[in-house]
């Protein structure tokens, strides 16, 4: 795992000044605080912070081949590295360490450009050719984004880096925030899509590969993988045992490391799961660790606790107590793109802890996603069932309720139904856009600074977030939402939540149930073995129930509870307020702002998420100095 700068140029022009790429690389060196080196090559340069995983000794990035003509280096894990060695090998290859990211550049000299196809793994890589005269660059994002890649084209040159905060320290970019991002991170919570926040900065998207050759004015980028796109009509013979075997084949393949490897505990499905398959597969004990916090009950530590003790696993805890306010900064450096979700927070306090007794842990992260598990897929599943049966006058009925209900934020659950009658009168894709929006286009709209308002005003972040929802082939609505998830929330929120939290601290996290062949295999599967009974997850439960005993498979879900309401009235107050008096009233109206602030205070309305933002905001914008100006 590690973090990387890179450029491509011109063969025989003059290459970045001396030390500008060590400066550059030196703003990752969280992401690999073991060692740094920069190599110069024929057609570019690349700059590579490393922690070692692999090969401790001899497996040092970057790579350089053929005395410079080719240099290629990768941040993440190729898990089916000995095979591919072996074939590689076998044709004539020579390596030179045991590193599993060698096979990179070489699958690149016999393969070309489709060379990633090859990799079962989380890879972010590149490689620099100037072994024809001329120089090519091919950069590949693994299929799922669990690793980034960012990327710039400046003077003729193509510029890459693991992190933007990279770029800009390198001088390639604007420290301009694009104001349809401000609108799309006020709408999601994050900022997805082919432009990265950063005016000039590209991201390249999952299972995607950019090439680009010199001359070229802008690179080509190719899409390479895609999730299935059409649900199969039944589920395969003896789904659970294959399933089974399947979860233990990607659970092994990432045991492999040379430095001390354990897993995420908590008490739910996912990561218990995990464990238990490390458990099947380990030699000696495996390494557990799990935390909790002050503000929940402990019932997910207690259950994390006696599976240790069945499972015979070393077993570390936590109790921990977030202060939202001391890390903030932390998060603003780590995080160089906003980022609201509030479980960044306990996710980086976990990340640490764990730091402290292994470098790699395997999570649980992707089985919601999969097999249906989030509560919002049983409402949308209930909600198209009830939509299709009250027919077009029911619709049109709620819709015209919806519209007329009181927006009871504060109020009992049951009570709330202002969202459920509006999404019952709505479009299907809309309805559950809404569900994975934490602000509606209008709020958002409303507390903009009027001009910045009517300037957007044919912005809207759904029409994107909806080609993926429209993709599929397929009436099957929840199919619908897992795949617009795989393509926008899985890989720029949660993913890149894991990433950034993780590797803030220098460990590697891997996700098993996101390996492609495990997603190929079962997010195709019919929505009658996702949800039943109003309750996602069906498939896998079933699976396990002869490896885990049901206080596991039939508990409530729980996730990191992050106490928005409590950090606002308490340590996060000043800190709110501050934010809604600091943020340029070129992009906001302060008025309105400070409406909100004030009525979440009294409790009138529920504005913790709009706060939040504003806090995540500000302090984005203070710790990289990001110009007052917004980007077109």
């Not at 799309?184 to 390249?204: K, M, N, Q, T």
């Not at 998207?205 to 390479?224: F, K, S, V």
Request: aromatic fraction near 8%; hydrophobic fraction near 40%; include cysteine.
């Amino acid at each position: 795992m590690c973090g990387y700068i890179g450029v491509a140029f011109a063969v025989g022009s003059t290459p970045p000044e001396a030390g500008l790429l060590d400066r550059a690389r030196e703003t990752l060196s969280h992401r690999g605080p073991d060692d740094g080196r920069t190599v110069l090559g024929r057609g570019g340069a690349l700059a590579f912070r490393r922690l070692s995983i692999i090969d401790l000794e001899g497996g040092a990035q970057p790579f350089s081949l053929e005395d410079g003509a080719l240099i290629s280096c990768t941040n993440g894990e190729i898990y089916n590295h000995v095979e591919l060695r072996r074939g590689l090998e076998a044709r004539g290859t020579t390596f030179r360490s045991h590193s599993d990211c060698e096979v990179v550049p070489n699958l690149y000299r016999e393969r070309g450009a489709d060379f990633a196809s090859s990799l079962i793994g989380m890879f972010a890589s590149c490689v620099i050719d100037a072994s024809s005269g001329r120089t090519k660059a091919v950069l590949v994002r693994d299929r799922l984004g669990i690793k980034p890649m960012f990327w710039c084209v400046s003077d003729g040159r193509l510029w890459f880096a693991s992190e933007p905060k990279a770029l800009l320290a390198a001088g390639v970019g604007r420290r301009r925030l694009r104001a349809r991002s401000l609108v799309d991170f006020l709408c999601h919570g994050y900022v997805d899509g082919p432009e990265s926040a950063w005016d000039g900065i590209g991201r390249l998207e999952p299972g995607c590969r950019l090439e680009w050759e010199e001359g070229w004015d802008a690179p080509r980028i190719t899409r390479w993988w895609s999730p299935p796109t059409e649900p199969a009509d039944e589920a395969p013979e003896r789904l659970s045992e294959r399933l089974l075997e399947l979860f233990d084949t990607v659970v092994a393949d990432r045991m492999v490391a040379d430095v001390p490897l354990g897993a995420f505990l908590s008490g739910g499905v996912d990561s218990t799961a995990v464990v238990d398959a490390m458990v099947r597969r380990a030699k000696d004990p495996v390494i557990a660790c799990s935390v909790g916090f002050r503000e929940r009950s402990h019932d997910e530590l207690d259950l994390a606790r006696s599976t240790a003790k069945r499972l015979g696993l070393v077993h570390h805890t936590s109790v921990l107590e977030p202060e939202p306010a001391a890390q903030l900064d932390e998060l603003a450096w780590f995080f160089d793109e906003p980022h609201a979700d509030p479980s960044d927070v306990p996710t980086l306090l976990v990340s640490r802890a764990a730091r402290e007794h292994v470098t790699v842990a395997l999570s649980g992260d992707g089985g919601d996603e999969i097999f249906g598990g989030y509560r919002r897929y049983v409402h949308d599943v209930a909600e198209n069932r009830l939509r299709r049966s009250i027919g077009p006058l029911g619709r049109g009925l709620a819709g015209f309720a919806g519209g007329l209900y009181p927006k009871l934020d504060r109020a009992p659950r049951w009570l709330r139904g202002k969202t459920f009658l509006t999404n019952l009168g709505d479009d299907p894709a809309r309805a559950y856009h809404r569900s994975v929006s934490q602000l509606a286009l209008g709020d958002v709209h409303a507390v903009l600074a009027t001009d910045l308002a009517r300037e957007l005003v044919a912005h809207d972040p759904f029409e994107r977030w909806a080609t993926a929802y429209r993709r599929p082939n397929t009436d099957d609505t929840l199919f619908r939402a897992q795949f617009a998830d795989f393509a926008t929330q899985l890989p720029e929120q949660i993913l890149t939540k894991v990433d950034r939290a993780s590797m803030g601290v220098g460990l590697e996290v891997r996700v098993p149930i996101l390996d492609h062949r495990f997603v190929e295999a079962h997010l195709v599967l019919p929505a009658n073995h996702k949800v039943v009974s109003g309750r996602g997850k069906h498939a896998l439960r079933e699976a396990l129930r002869q490896r885990l005993p049901s206080e596991i498979l039939d508990g409530t879900k729980r996730g990191f509870d992050t106490p928005l309401r409590p950090w606002l009235a308490g340590p996060l107050a000043a800190t709110a307020r501050r934010a809604v008096n600091e943020l340029p009233e070129t992009w906001f109206d302060r008025r309105a702002l400070t409406t909100a602030l004030e009525d979440h205070v009294r409790g009138a309305r529920d504005h913790g998420r709009l706060l939040w933002s504003l806090i995540v905001l500000e302090h984005w914008r203070t710790r990289h100095a990001v110009e007052e100006s917004l980007a077109d």
